[in-house]
């Protein structure tokens, strides 16, 4: 089983600054994992930000956030991060960290395991 554990979350004014945390752990969890954020708004569905593979040679982002989102892992720590800069009042959601055993992605469907979530509060 594989636990992992988002911290970093709070309340930040716009053009703000947070980065935010996963701690990976469990016995059937490697460093081969890749792995992803996601984020959940109030009333709307949960949606893709970004991913990293195991190497780190490959990352992606949606649209809305290239330029001011970075992904990074540290896999000797079996941790991965997300340092959101420039924060607008439209990044306020539920940030979620995910794993996935096989590949890097976009989709949800396709991550193993999930975190229970960090709220981020971007104020105008």
């Known amino acids: 089983q594989v636990q992992l554990v988002e911290s970093g979350g709070g309340l930040v004014q716009a053009g703000g600054s947070l980065r935010l945390s996963c701690a990976a752990s469990?016995?059937?969890?490697?460093?081969?994992?890749?792995m992803g954020w996601f984020r959940q708004a109030p009333g709307k569905e949960r949606e893709f930000v970004a991913a990293?593979?195991?190497?780190?040679?490959?990352?992606y982002y949606t649209e809305s956030v290239k330029g001011r989102f970075t992904i990074s892992r540290d896999n000797a720590k079996n941790t991965v991060y997300l340092q959101m800069n420039s924060l607008k009042p439209e990044d306020t959601a539920v940030y979620y960290c995910?794993?996935?055993?096989?590949?890097?992605?976009?989709?949800?469907?396709?991550?193993?395991?999930w975190g229970q979530g960090t709220q981020v509060t971007v104020s105008s």
């Open positions: 995910a794993a996935d055993r096989v590949r890097i992605g976009k989709l949800s469907s396709q991550y193993d395991y």
């Open positions: 469990g016995r059937t969890f490697t460093r081969d994992f890749a």
């Open positions: 990293i593979n195991w190497s780190r040679s490959i990352s």
